[in-house]
DNA sequence: CTGAAAGCGCTTACAG
DNA sequence: CTGAAAGCGCTTACAG
């Protein structure tokens, strides 16, 4: 069922009808009778707007893709949801994709989108993405989540990666504790550099010297016989070993099940902090301390950036934008 | 950049263009010089094909919508991503949309992805989807996955929800287990019933009477306190509780750490068994058997079905189609 | 109060 | 070997 086979059928012309079915009936002072027809007869008929065709007269298509490297962890996951949810606030649709941390798939996703003509695309891209170069020339919106690309002056929204760091390493110091291990993984990305900085400066201003032993750093999709191996080392070298920072919650699990195969102190959380964790921490580990990202708040900030920059045309004049992590000290 | 201004700018006709562009300049027999000429244009111009005008020419658009509960559960983030796999061995593109258990969200969202061509629809469906007879009705295509609706004769991919769930009880049963619990949520959900009648029966099949007091049925997003509260009645009923059969993988973490917390014996995950499970089971509890629902085989013969329906013209001739869980029994 | 017409960017018979 | 033309289903100035 078509405007037009609707317009044949009730006598009227596709211009009525596209303006009765679309509320604005009263604007353009159609009649009632003639209103209540052409509705009627579109209900009774299942009428169902081809969005293909409005987006292709219109220009736009109310619709913004998400690319981000995955949907199984949870946290692109839950980045997903509340991108959505902003997104449906304000009328659009979210058109999700998965890089699968593929640059060449992450590249031909973005093609994909802006062939569907999305209205601009958010994004937590993998390494390079030189992509952006020719999208932005293309005259593409984006705004970039949690990973900002040196050298691209795209505007993102991330969080206070080195500064939470430092407040985490700096409370366990609080307590007492001078051995910090720092479990870090994925070190090519900056945002694990920032973490790790902060580690140091924590340390440095407490006076403690930097020890090599004390890090451990497990390439990105380690196994858990890797990360046991380099726990091994760890109190081999390190047998007054007295706290942990973890630069991301992805590694917690694997060394709790460690240190409860072991029999050690289930009371250990008290000793880790962690920069964001998971449903279960809440349950395992009670005593953790944590710098949890605001996921919710990060998506939100993101989807709002990149409305105004499609909705007002203007250039953003926040190009980078952090939102802090909460803190919760044990 | 559109064709026509490539066509312009190359000076040959439109259908030229269209013909080169698509791969079809030799079958058309374009000259090879044309040809050259056009593709240099639109490659130097950056042609971006547009979408939309594309699927409204030809009527169908190479994008299916996946409509599931929720992104967040590590369930449905799998579902989701090995449909997207299997739609993109064959060239389609899916478009995700969560209902998060929300009927009006659902039928909305459907009417959405219709709106938007989609070429046919893979559900999870929540309860009720009345909306189903309307799409069907307008000619739609669909799926069901996971969750058959009872009365209506969607095709659907599925597990032997019954059957799994009578051997990993009988299994529990062979280990000399006598009082094993059954822990229970979304009672509502048909999958859920049929596992409690695979408890059942294989209590029935062992000569052990059913007691109602081994039952925990806890409603479906149940907080720790609630699933505590369950717990702390079924050991003062059953003080010879000797087993847990779950008929979902989310009540088992909830469930460890009240063990946990009361000192008990590390190794009781021998005598629990669980439908399905999440990685870190594997780090945990390496000792509970499980029913594995083979997520990748499930979304991909559902992605398989639809694909036929919708190339194939014809209605698919096995409508119920079940994929059996993978025993991990131990 | 309503209609005729052009246009969005494609594809594809139909001609020559 | 290539073009002119119709059509997909909408929207929106422009008329009257």
Same mark, same amino acid.
């Given at each position: 069922?078509?405007?037009?086979? %609707?317009?044949?059928?009730?006598?009227?012309?596709?211009?009525?009808?596209?303006?009765?079915?679309?509320?604005?009936?009263?604007?353009?002072? %159609?009649?009632?009778?003639?209103?209540?027809?052409?509705k009627d007869y579109a209900a009774k008929h299942n009428y169902r707007p081809n969005m293909l065709a409005q987006g292709?007269?219109?220009?736009?298509?109310?619709?913004?893709?998400?690319?981000?490297?995955?949907?199984?962890?949870?946290?692109?996951?839950?980045?997903?949801?509340?991108?959505?949810?902003?997104?449906?606030?304000?009328?659009?649709?979210?058109?999700?994709?998965?890089?699968?941390?593929?640059?060449?798939?992450?590249?031909?996703?973005?093609?994909?989108?802006?062939?569907?003509?999305?209205?601009? %695309?958010?994004?937590?891209?993998?390494?390079?993405?030189?992509?952006?170069?020719?999208?932005?020339?293309?005259?593409?919106?984006?705004?970039?989540?949690?990973?900002?690309?040196?050298?691209?002056?795209?505007?993102?929204?991330?969080?206070?990666?080195?500064?939470?760091?430092?407040?985490?390493?700096?409370?366990?110091?609080?307590?007492?504790?001078?051995? %910090?291990?720092?479990?870090?993984?994925?070190?090519?990305?900056?945002?694990?550099?920032?973490?790790?900085?902060?580690?140091?400066?924590?340390?440095?201003?407490?006076?403690?010297?930097?020890?090599?032993?004390?890090? #451990?750093?497990v390439p990105p999709q380690a196994s858990v016989e890797q990360i046991n191996a380099e726990l091994d080392r760890l109190?081999?070298?390190?047998?007054?070993?007295?706290?942990?920072?973890?630069?991301?919650?992805?590694?917690?699990?694997?060394?709790?099940?460690?240190?409860?195969?072991?029999?050690?102190?289930?009371?250990?959380?008290?000793?880790?902090? #962690?920069?964001?964790?998971?449903?279960?921490?809440?349950?395992?580990?009670?005593?953790?301390?944590?710098?949890?990202?605001?996921?919710?708040?990060l998506g939100a900030k993101a989807m709002d950036m990149l409305l105004e920059e499609i909705e007002c045309g203007r250039?953003?004049?926040?190009?980078?934008?952090?939102?802090? #992590?909460?803190?919760?000290?044990?």
């Amino acid at each position: 069922m078509s405007l037009g086979r %609707i317009a044949e059928a009730t006598g009227v012309s596709k211009a009525t009808v596209s303006w009765v079915l679309s509320g604005k009936g009263d604007e353009h002072r %159609i009649s009632v009778a003639t209103q209540k027809r052409v509705k009627d007869y579109a209900a009774k008929h299942n009428y169902r707007p081809n969005m293909l065709a409005q987006g292709l007269s219109l220009g736009v298509t109310k619709t913004v893709g998400l690319l981000i490297s995955s949907l199984t962890d949870p946290f692109y996951s839950s980045i997903a949801k509340s991108v959505v949810e902003e997104a449906e606030r304000y009328g659009y649709t979210v058109m999700i994709a998965t890089s699968e941390s593929n640059y060449e798939r992450e590249a031909s996703l973005v093609s994909s989108l802006d062939r569907r003509r999305v209205d601009g %695309i958010i994004s937590t891209p993998t390494e390079g993405a030189k992509w952006l170069d020719g999208y932005l020339a293309g005259g593409g919106k984006l705004v970039l989540l949690d990973r900002p690309v040196p050298g691209e002056d795209a505007p993102c929204v991330g969080v206070d990666n080195e500064q939470s760091a430092y407040k985490l390493v700096s409370h366990l110091i609080g307590k007492g504790l001078r051995k %910090i291990a720092i479990m870090t993984t994925a070190h090519n990305l900056v945002n694990m550099q920032s973490r790790q900085q902060g580690y140091e400066r924590a340390l440095a201003d407490a006076g403690i010297p930097l020890d090599g032993k004390l890090v #451990c750093n497990v390439p990105p999709q380690a196994s858990v016989e890797q990360i046991n191996a380099e726990l091994d080392r760890l109190v081999r070298d390190v047998p007054d070993l007295d706290g942990i920072f973890f630069t991301s919650h992805v590694l917690v699990l694997p060394v709790y099940v460690w240190f409860t195969n072991r029999g050690l102190d289930t009371r250990r959380g008290a000793n880790w902090a #962690c920069i964001h964790s998971l449903p279960e921490f809440g349950l395992l580990l009670p005593e953790i301390s944590i710098a949890q990202m605001t996921i919710s708040k990060l998506g939100a900030k993101a989807m709002d950036m990149l409305l105004e920059e499609i909705e007002c045309g203007r250039q953003l004049q926040e190009r980078a934008v952090i939102i802090n #992590c909460e803190m919760s000290l044990k």
